[in-house]
């Protein structure tokens, strides 16, 4: 028997523009009712836990009326979130979103953790560390342009953020989990693409490889550029065969970077960083720089990164597209309502029985 499943945190999604809903206001008010009984019978906790759980949060996003494969399930789902989450009725907050709204998250989250008296310092590095991390150390084709983080009254979190490929028209999203994440190099282990170019310094088998970077940089910017040249020569070229020449490492197109960051390299010498969360803090470590340590620790230490691509998975009140039918948007108002009043440990025992049968 083999070990168990690893729990998904990342799924894919087309990519598709389209505007808010015109149901959204009955997505706010439904999602509002819902996380009530949720925090009543799950605690904070366990709310966090449903919304790290990519197919979780997809069932959401179903039950509230959107495409269940499509981008805006979770920029749209995520801003209803937004606005039905209250801390003081919920004991959850919501900061972050699209574009401007991502890039306003860490005063977002200082102004909500202020209101319920908690220390935004963690939470601010958590949503900083997790933006970084599925940018640098996961390099998949897909770029982030949403972000959000949910927190509660203890400061525990979950971070949900998506990224775009433009040019095959999908969307990922990742989940982040507070309890899972120690250096923030957490792999997300769903598996959507195989064919993918995909560098990966996240999950267990990347761990000897960020340890070869990390011993590379602290050898200094000299000891980084030398073995750079040495590996630039070594890289394969589309006229090796006909220039008789064997051997060499395989690279896609375009990402060999032309220059490295001396000032980037010397910044990281001289904070020496121990592991991988404090390597993500230093300023110009980006994209190109990671792929060339990579390349160096493959070549020169036989440590590779991880190149296998992460990413996998109707609708109780009708969709928004219509398939298989129309939102009715007064059947929402009306659930809406009906959770609202559900306060009788008797009625709750008897819903709970009918949804099990």
């Known amino acids: 028997m083999g070990e168990p499943a690893a729990v998904p945190r990342a799924a894919e999604l087309r990519l598709v523009k389209c505007p808010p809903p015109r149901?959204?206001?009955?997505?706010?008010?439904?999602?509002?009712?819902?996380?009530?009984?949720?925090?009543?019978?799950?605690?904070?906790?366990?709310?966090?836990e449903k919304l790290a759980d990519p197919r979780w949060f997809q069932s959401l996003a179903c039950l509230l009326g959107y495409e269940r494969n499509t981008s805006g399930s979770t920029t749209v789902v995520t801003a209803a979130l937004r606005e039905a989450l209250d801390p003081e009725e919920h004991g959850i907050a919501v900061a972050g979103g699209k574009g401007r709204l991502a890039l306003e998250t860490p005063k977002r989250v200082r102004e909500l953790a202020d209101r319920m008296n908690l220390d935004p310092r963690q939470l601010v590095t958590a949503s900083r560390l997790?933006?970084?991390?599925?940018?640098?150390?996961?390099?998949?084709?897909?770029?982030?342009?949403?972000?959000?983080?949910?927190?509660?009254?203890?400061?525990?979190?979950?971070?949900?953020?998506q990224g775009m490929d433009v040019d095959r028209k999908t969307?990922?999203?990742?989940?982040?989990?507070?309890?899972?994440?120690?250096?923030?190099?957490e792999g997300h282990p769903v598996v959507a693409d195989e064919t993918r170019k995909v560098l990966s310094l996240q999950g267990d088998r990347a761990?000897?490889?960020?340890?070869?970077?990390?011993?590379l940089v602290g050898d200094g910017p000299d000891r980084v550029l030398r073995e750079w040249r040495a590996v630039r020569n070594?890289?394969?070229?589309?006229?090796?065969?006909?220039?008789?020449?064997?051997?060499g490492v395989e690279v896609p197109d375009g990402w060999v970077p032309r220059r490295l960051d001396?000032?980037?390299?010397?910044?990281?010498?001289?904070?020496?960083?121990?592991?991988?969360?404090?390597?993500?803090?230093?300023?110009?470590?980006?994209?190109?720089?990671?792929?060339?340590?990579?390349?160096?620790?493959?070549?020169?230490?036989?440590e590779g990164p991880d190149r296998r691509d992460p990413a996998e998975y109707t609708a109780a009140f009708g969709c928004k597209?219509?398939?298989?039918?129309?939102?009715?948007?007064?059947?929402?108002?009306?659930?809406?309502?009906?959770?609202?009043?559900?306060?009788?440990?008797?009625?709750?025992?008897?819903?709970?029985?009918?949804?099990?049968?």
Not at 136 to 157: A, P, T
Not at 175 to 183: G, P, R
Not at 234 to 247: A, F, Q, V
């Open 207 to 215: 761990d000897k490889c960020r340890e070869a970077v990390l011993d």
């Open 321 to 357: 597209s219509g398939d298989p039918y129309p939102v009715h948007r007064e059947l929402m108002r009306l659930a809406a309502e009906l959770l609202e009043r559900i306060r009788s440990p008797r009625l709750r025992r008897f819903l709970g029985r009918v949804t099990e049968s």
């Open 171 to 185: 969307a990922r999203r990742y989940h982040w989990l507070d309890s899972e994440v120690s250096e923030f190099v």
């Open 130 to 161: 997790t933006a970084r991390s599925d940018s640098v150390c996961l390099q998949d084709g897909h770029d982030l342009y949403h972000h959000v983080i949910v927190f509660d009254e203890n400061g525990r979190w979950v971070v949900i953020q």
């Open 234 to 247: 070594s890289i394969s070229g589309p006229l090796d065969e006909y220039l008789g020449r064997e051997g």
């Open 23 to 48: 149901h959204f206001p009955e997505m706010v008010k439904l999602s509002r009712a819902l996380f009530r009984l949720l925090v009543e019978e799950h605690g904070t906790d366990g709310a966090l």
């Open 262 to 302: 001396r000032d980037a390299l010397r910044r990281l010498y001289e904070v020496n960083p121990t592991d991988f969360k404090e390597f993500l803090t230093v300023r110009g470590v980006g994209p190109s720089l990671v792929r060339a340590l990579a390349l160096i620790a493959e070549v020169v230490y036989g």
